[in-house]
């Protein structure tokens, strides 16, 4: 069992696993990290934001994911984290509430729900956005 992937400082806050082998992990300072091991190893990804990550969900398959965090954070994987985090602007909120627990529904991922601080309740349906340019 590993305690601490990689020698991470920053506190973890959100974790998903498709099957027994392929996971993820969010946290502080905009942590992504992967295993395709079962959490034997981690590898870290390349991040959307600098900001705390809250929950991370992808989609049965591992080609599609969503993370939500603070100040409205909301970022995406078209590749199932195989490549970066790519920063979701439609959702993104402007007044700095925190996004803290998501679930991504339907076949293609494409509708959202997102909850944060205040009550706030978010939805998001549409298209899946194409990888960002590099």
Do not use: K
């Amino acid at each position: 069992d590993t305690q601490n992937p990689l020698g991470i400082t920053a506190n973890l806050h959100g974790v998903d696993f498709v099957n027994e082998t392929h996971g993820w992990v969010v946290g502080d300072s905009g942590t992504l990290l992967a295993t395709a091991d079962g959490g034997a190893t981690w590898t870290s990804q390349t991040s959307c934001t600098n900001l705390a990550l809250r929950e991370v969900d992808l989609h049965p398959s591992g080609q599609w994911g969503w993370t939500v965090g603070d100040n409205g954070m909301v970022c995406y994987t078209p590749v199932g984290g195989t490549e970066a985090w790519y920063q979701q602007s439609e959702m993104a909120l402007q007044d700095g509430r925190n996004l803290v627990g998501l679930t991504a529904l339907s076949p293609d991922h494409t509708l959202l729900w997102a909850v944060g601080e205040g009550g706030l309740l978010l939805a998001y349906s549409g298209a899946p956005p194409p990888p960002a340019p590099p």
